[in-house]
């Protein structure tokens, strides 16, 4: 596929629609400089979507014809690219650029083959094409050589994997490394994160502890709050109801209060001597008590130890019985083991013997039939196989034969599909012709009108450009002028600054004398005339500098300044200069022609200055020109130097600054006033030149607006029109595309019909065969045998198996036979008289055992029961003492009511019953749990929790109980109160969690991302590596061969050397060898500057012949060439133009004239307006 066309739209120095071609296969490019040769080449490379700074435009309007003279023809330009193969057009790439003047923006389309697709897909077009995104594997110009000549060994390794085509996989690469480099920066972020949290993490640590501990409390609070108010509540209800019993009591009759106090008096006696039996009678009870446990335990004791004893021997007469039971089985079980296998050994032998007289009759008359059964296999094998075969083919063809039918009915039927549709396209078409003739039509009436408007416009344009160029000629004097003007007042400013530097120096030496030196221009001088005016240049910031022999003079002079308020002065002391080191002394560096070091050209005019001169002039270098100073720079040794060019330039380290001032500048004062009186007049005469420029803009304007009317009716017609147009190539291309499917679908119908009768056949074949098969294969078998049956079952052999049976037998008789010499019976008699002996004995003790233990437990039960009645006895005593207690001590409380005051005691018994009911009340509504009726009475009171805790009987110890309650639930306050853990340490740990939840997550996130990313680098780097070793390699071999054609001798070798063994050879440097003819082997920088472009160039082609690109374009790559060269360069090219298409530009007669066509560029004016015109040459009939 080659490049046939290029078509241009207003594009640059292209008016209009220009088309270059059709191209050859060697085409030259020939035009003056300045005739748009270049644009030529810029337009293919617009087209091939390059960069702007390629394009040589600074901003995308420019690339509008007309744009750069403010006169653009167009709001957009385009070129079009057509490559053809073999006599057809196969692709086409369009890129278009529209620009809004208004608001000064750009944008692209693109298009390929006639339709608008997105930049991606575009460049997926251009990488079909082999196409560079940098254009280097196409567009070669004399700099690229020139570039690949000063090539570093890391930049040639860069230009070789782009020419490889290798860009997407370096920006993969670059974009992976950054994507690693940042996840690295991540996880060293997270991880310091991490790091400097470990104050917070012991903080979260001493938090989640302090918060386990406070919710433990909290718990321990709560339950002993409840104890303590079920308690308290408990303990008001009894207070409550013995107030109320009192109460009661007092209500009633006062006289009676004295009998009833002698008889509480008399019944407190009784039950204090009723109290005392009971005492001593439990004392009596509980020693007798203490007597008879010990009793009981003794006996116990000796009780457990008979009883294991007991169980020993038991355990040991069991174990004896059941190795009796044993010993007898084993021999019971060998007995009759050893019967079986006789009674086995016998039968065997009898079917032994039956066996081999069956088998003396067969052998007999069986030797014929053993031949038989063998052929018979062997014949029977050969028809299973294939008859396997057979069946398989006639399947397999079925097979065929039912999807050649389906594909038969499919193409049918898509044909009557393309019949039907092909009548429909054909009405279209036609319709379309008839609308498409109006169109035209209307669009020429329209077209007539705009020529005749574009005549008054052009006149009208023409008188603006003249005006204009009237404006812009007087401004260009205003401008120059005012820059005169503004020079001269600098210089008269520079010159008034040193006449008041050199008074202050008067005043100052009047002042101290000898001290004030002067200023460093009077104290330097240059020896050397022709190079005053570079130090006057070099010195000009320093030159108002004034310079003291000591720092008390710097000081004396700043006062003395600061008195007299005379600004700014910069002063230096001679004893405390900072001299630098002077690196051109003491080192090996030496001077030319070229360049000369300034020190020893400058001498003091004092001798007290001349450290002076080291400050000023030490690694100061003055150099003849800009490139001299450039290679300089890249020498090492200059680093500490300043290098100062002719034109005032000074490079030091990295920074470049200007300084073109001379002794010569500032004698330019003169003319001032005459210069300003100009000015004036210029300026009325610009103001009058601009007021007809606006009449002739606003006529213009008026016909602008007029043809802009006309072009958009024409455009709305025209759009139309490429509707239909466009609308009917589709129909016709439909319709195309239709009589191909017909054509392909008739072709397919008559393929299918002969595959049909082919398989028929075929299948019929198989058919027959497999029916005549069995005869083939067993005729000859049964009429050798005179069998009429293949029943292999009437003449197969068994004497075989009767071997095979008498074998068996006997191997059983064998087998048989071992086991019963293994089987032997034992003399177990000794051992079972032993056994029965002493199972004896272990009876006769078992028994005596057995005896002593139920004495003992008779005579320990009695005491059993004795111990148990005597504790009920002592049980019964402690219940009626406690309740002779509690009757005394209700008996003494009612005697202290009978005796105390009836009247105040129930007033104060009515009090405090209703105290502790409004502390009832209080409890009953600050805690849910504690549930009572609405009369507040002890039996609604549920006693279950307190006596699941502290028994049924804590009433007795109620008091304690509650104290204790209290204590508990005051330390456990106390230890919260002392463990302080607030709401806002609860909301730090929660918020501490999150935030180190959140950073281990990042930090896995990040990891994981990171080894996906990282799989993804190795295997770029994998593919980089395999693509740039397959380059080098071919570079190698490609090179040499154009070498061979370009110095017309084999005597030449080339060779690439770089670190192959590498992981990443593509990061390391390539160097360059060249042996050519008739000299030794070299590096590519130690060749001659001609050797050097016949190695960039050999290179360029050989690059080109790897990624084979369509087509390649150098521009003016010949020139500096000797006629030789040319010669061979020319023959090289001439020899590829079959394999490469070449698009040469070139000044050079001898390149040119070998083309196969040659395109000229020739300039001219259109209303100042430059306008490139084409003219082709076809020189294939002259080679």
Known sequence: MKLKFVHFFNFKTYRGSVTLGPLADLNGIIGGNGSGKSNLIDGIMFALNADNEKLRVSRMDFLIHGSNTRT????????????????????????????????KTSWPEYEVNGEIVSLDDYKLELSKLHISNGLNNIVVGQGDIGFIIQMSPQQITAYIEEMAGSGEVVQRYKSLEQELEGYDSQIRVLNKSKKGSLNERKILEILQENEAKNTALNAQLEE?????????????????????????????????????????????????NKRQELLNNKKVNYNNLLKQKKEFNRNMNLLYEMKDKHKVKNKLFEENLKRQERYITEEKCLKERIAVIDEQILKQQNEQEKARKAYNSIVEDDLQKVTMTEEFKNLDYKYKSRNNFLEFSIKYNESCLEQLNKNKE???????KVLYKKSILENGIKAYDSEIKNLEDGKKELENKLNKSKSIQEELSLNVCHISNEVKEIENKIQCIKKDITKKNMLKKIRDKDLKAKDVVEKLKDKFGNNILGRVEDLLKCNETSKSDLFYSYIFEKRNIIVVKDFDSVLNCIDFINENNIGRTDILSIDSLPILRDVIGSSAIYTSNNYRPLKPLVTSNVEEAEQLVDYVCNNILFCDNIDVAISLRKDSRYDECKIVVNDGTIFYRNRIQLNAMSLNVLGEIDNYNEKVIELNKLELQLVFSKDREYEVNMKLNDIESKIKDLEADIKVESNTLNEKLSEKTKLINEFQCLELEESTIIGNISENDKDLSMIQEKLSDLVESRKLLKDEIFRSFLEKYNVKSLDSQDYSSNVQDFLKVIDGIQEKINCLQEEKNSLEISASSQQLLLLEIELDGNRNEITNLAE??????????????????????????????????KAIKELKSWLDILKADSTKTIESLKLQIFDFQKKISLIIKKYEYIKLDEHLSIESFDKS??????????????????NHAIEIEESIKSEINTLNFLETHKLQCESLKKKFSFLDSELEGVKFKRKACSELFRNVKIERKRKFEELY????????EFMHKLFRSFDCSFYM?????????????????????????????????????????SMILACHQITSPPFLIFDEVDANMDHEKLKYLVATLRSLRSDVQFIIVSHIEEVFNQCDAVFGAVDVQNNRVQVTNIFVIDLKEYN
């Open 72 to 103: 653009p023809l167009s709001n957009n330009c385009s070129v079009e690219l057509e490559f053809w193969e073999c006599g057809t057009k196969t692709l086409t790439l369009k890129k278009k650029i529209f620009y809004n003047f208004n608001n």
């Open 224 to 272: 002993s709050t409840r104890k303590r108010v079920n308690l308290e509540t408990f303990k008001l209800l009894s207070d409550i109801s013995l107030k109320k019993n009192q109460l009661t009591l007092f209500e009633k009759d006062v006289d009676e209060k004295n009998k009833k106090i002698q008889e509480t008096e008399e019944k407190i006696k009784e039950y204090d």
């Open 410 to 416: 499919v193409n049918c039927s898509m044909l009557e």
């Open 852 to 885: 002593d233990i139920e004495k003992l437990s008779q005579f320990t039960k009695e005491l059993k029961e004795n111990i148990t009645s005597n504790e009920s006895h002592i049980e019964k005593c402690n219940f009626e003492f406690k309740e002779l207690d």
């Open 945 to 962: 929790y307190l006596a699941d805790i502290y028994g049924v009987m804590f009433e007795e110890s109620l008091d304690s109980l509650l």
């Open 1033 to 1040: 390699n071919l570079l190698n071999t490609k090179m040499e």
């Open 1057 to 1097: 050397q770089c670190n192959m063994v590498s992981m990443e050879p593509y990061l390391e440097g390539t160097h360059i060898y060249c042996q050519l003819p008739g000299k030794q082997l070299r590096e590519l920088s130690q060749l001659s500057t001609g050797e050097k472009k016949i190695v960039s160039l």
